[in-house]
């Protein structure tokens, strides 16, 4: 019975915590736009939560810089079970036109297991949104 | 007692992770410390890999807001060690891109001051009109963020008739919307009288700080490359330099609206009076070797791009300078005898160019070695708790 009740509200309102790995800002401006009235993630419940300890699903972009790997296990860690992991934008997929560059790892997937892509440089809100509901469906 | 706060690497109020740390004695800041690196990619090594016409990729990727500054910078040096001589209409859409981007920019900018002095309603009014100019950009450029819109020797696409007239639309919204948000500013006592005497930047402090763009703007320093350095068409457009010298948010907040306003004149003169004609040369594949340094005005302040060439397909090196980075001693400076509460709004009104995640702050107390985790949520929430109870300061007055 509990068990139904937290998967229910885990379909239905989703909290999501926004990473940057070192991106260019794009992807990240295009999470925030989401939450703003045009798109407005928040009418499927979907909220963004400021610390990981509340987040259900992370949503992360950028190709992973050396120096904060640590902090991104770290940080997936801290989310509690079960979590999902979108990796938003060419690069966080990657690397995109920074493949190559001496100071990245290549994608969000090299680092933390990943559940859902979604493409695009920058990916478009409604592409993010979009990958967000298909991965509840999977739920 | 003293404290040491450390902020980031992940941080709302930075969009790029960064590692700051405060000390501080009780409320105040007494120093501050910054640790870069997060968000290193490696660019400029890279751009050596590649040849002129992919950097402007490159290039554009180095940010994602003022992704159009780079380019132009970069593309302006470029065009200048291969001697080129873009056609007008084609600079007329480059500039036109980049004033379209300073707008959204600048109301992305309000939206996150006025998210951060606790008031969201004006986060969620300045982002939804950000939606017009997104979708103008979208409908020159085809991109919503990256507009790959620049090209060695010109501009790669060009616009028509009902482009041009969709623009003046939706600068006209956007105009009259910003009125209101000038009507709000200075009718809203509490937004005001919280952003009024924050993170104090005198006038001879952001001189020998050498900062730069809005932030020196609003120390009274009249500074900007569109008007000491034309370059292009800026030299033929009728505009005026913004500034304020309240050397506070306040000001930087006056400084960036009174830009929204001059660049949507910028905007109507460039569509009015765009010349007919091509739009970009063909560049030639290698550039002579020489080297180059150029400047733009991004939305942040001035950016400037050192590129080298020796004589093949590939620069020899390309050094980008961000406005930010220029802004970091000037934000130091802000930061001390600040209040802890006012951190994310000091750090906001440089506009960091930087990405952001994780929101906490850990407190650690200097004796006992004792760390707490505090949420950025709430920290934000005790900012707006103290700025309850602090009385109004009743001299607060919108400059205008």
Not at chain 2, 107 to 115: E, K, M, N, R, S
Request: aromatic share 8%; with cysteine; charged share 25%.
């Amino acid at each position: 019975m509990l068990n139904k009740l937290t998967r229910w509200s885990r379909i239905k309102s989703p909290w999501i915590l926004h990473l940057n790995s070192g991106a260019c800002n794009a992807c990240d401006i295009e999470i925030v736009a989401a939450l703003t009235p045009r798109f407005d993630v928040e009418r499927f419940g979907i909220l963004l939560k400021a610390t990981p300890r509340h987040a259900d699903v992370i949503i992360a972009s950028g190709p992973v810089t050396r120096q904060i790997r640590d902090r991104i296990i770290r940080i997936y860690e801290q989310v509690p079970d079960p979590k999902f992991v979108i990796a938003v934008g060419a690069c966080a997929m990657s690397g995109c036109v920074y493949r190559g560059a001496y100071n990245i790892m290549g994608g969000i997937d090299q680092v933390i297991p990943v559940n859902m892509y979604v493409p695009g440089c920058p990916a478009r809100p409604d592409a993010i949104i979009d990958g967000v509901v298909k991965l509840l469906g999977k739920l | 007692m003293s404290f040491q706060i450390p902020i980031g690497p992940q941080h709302p109020a930075l969009k790029e992770p960064i590692s700051l740390r405060m000390t501080v004695e009780g409320e105040v800041i007494t120093d501050v410390d910054m640790r870069l690196g997060y968000n290193h990619r490696g660019m400029e090594k890279l751009a050596e890999e590649k040849s002129w016409l992919q950097n402007i990729y490159v290039t554009e990727r180095i940010c994602g807001i003022c992704s159009h500054s780079h380019a132009t910078c970069y593309v302006q040096g470029v065009e200048k060690l291969m001697e080129l001589a873009p056609p007008r209409r084609g600079l007329y859409i480059r500039y036109l891109v980049a004033e379209l981007e300073r707008v959204h920019s600048h109301l992305l900018w309000l939206g996150v001051a006025g998210h951060e002095a606790g008031f969201d309603s004006f986060f969620m009014y300045t982002w939804r009109d950000r939606e017009i100019v997104m979708d103008l950009l979208e409908m020159i450029s085809g991109n919503r963020v990256h507009y790959a819109i620049n090209t060695l020797g010109g501009v790669r696409r060009d616009i028509d008739e009902g482009q041009k007239a969709k623009i003046l639309e939706g600068v006209a919204t956007l105009r009259k919307r910003s009125e209101y948000y000038f009507y709000i500013g200075a009718n809203e006592p509490s937004f005001v009288a919280r952003i009024a005497g924050v993170g104090y930047l005198s006038k001879e402090s952001a001189i020998a700080l050498c900062a730069v763009g809005p932030v020196a703007r609003a120390s009274g320093v009249a500074r900007d490359v569109r008007k000491d350095d034309p370059c292009a068409v800026y030299g033929e457009l009728d505009f005026e330099l913004a500034t304020a010298d309240t050397c506070d948010v306040l000001g930087r907040v006056v400084v960036r609206v009174k830009e929204l306003l001059e660049s949507y004149k910028l905007i109507e003169q460039m569509v009015k009076g765009l010349p007919a004609g091509d739009i970009a040369v063909k560049a030639p594949r290698k550039a002579k070797p020489g080297e180059v340094v150029s400047r733009y005005e991004a939305p942040r302040g001035e950016n400037i791009h050192y590129i080298k060439a020796n004589g093949t397909d590939k620069p020899e090196r390309l050094k980008v300078r961000a406005p930010t980075l220029a802004n970091y001693p000037a934000t130091v400076e802000m930061l001390r005898k600040g209040f802890i509460a006012d951190i994310p709004l000091i750090f906001a009104a440089i506009d960091p160019c930087i990405c952001c995640a994780e929101r906490t702050v850990t407190l650690v107390a200097a004796g006992s070695g004792e760390e707490s985790v505090v949420r950025m949520s709430d920290l934000r929430r005790r900012a707006i708790a103290r700025h309850q109870n602090a009385p109004v300061k009743r001299n607060a007055v919108w400059p205008l």
